[in-house]
């Protein structure tokens, strides 16, 4: 019996590292991606952009090149306001959840921007959204809202992620 006792915990003790395994490798491709998304908002690049951001979201904005338009123009507007991103950055993505046909969790995200005054740099949560097992990701700026609110745009959201509340940007004077 304590030979069949030390076998299930060492076969749960098994499943427990695979389990952390698995969410580590998701861990990886989310940040990667999310850090090339940043990446290609900063440059401008928002043909590529679009790439990363969740399908129903783009369908809402009117489809890609709608997508890309508002974009551009949002942009725009910012540099004659002299605004313009300097820097997207990532924390640690959330533990990965499975619904339905999705993999989902959170990410932290701090962008920095120059701004007439100085830097602005605010701090805010993405989800991300996997269809494909965790191969490609996709990501949705929560802008502050909570799961509920969220949920009223994309049902498909699990109730188990945790969006932290929206925190005031700080700016560092120059």
């Known amino acids: 019996m304590k030979q069949i006792t ?6 749960l003790f098994l499943t427990a590292c695979n389990a952390q395994t698995k969410n580590t490798d ?20 928002f043909d590529s952009f679009c790439k990363y951001t969740y399908p129903k979201i783009v369908e809402m904005m009117g489809g890609k090149q ?11 507007e910012m540099q004659k306001e002299g605004t313009a991103f300097l820097n ?25 921007m120059k701004v007439p ?21 996709y990501f949705v700026d929560t802008s502050g809202k909570d799961i509920e609110t969220m949920k009223k745009t994309l049902p498909n959201l699990s109730a188990e992620l945790v969006i932290p509340k929206k925190t005031k940007p700080v700016l560092y004077a120059e």
């Open 6 to 11: 030390s076998i299930f915990f060492f076969l």
């Open 88 to 112: 997207v950055s990532f924390g640690v993505p959330s533990d990965v959840i499975t619904t339905e046909n999705e993999l989902q969790c959170t990410i932290p995200q701090t962008i920095e």
């Open 26 to 45: 998701y861990s990886k491709a989310i940040v990667e991606q999310a850090e090339m998304m940043g990446e290609l908002l900063v440059k401008k690049d």
């Open 66 to 76: 709608k997508m890309i338009e508002v974009l551009e123009n949002g942009v725009k």
């Open 117 to 137: 005054d100085g830097r602005l740099v605010s701090q805010s949560t993405l989800v991300a959204i996997s269809t494909d097992k965790g191969i490609n990701w």
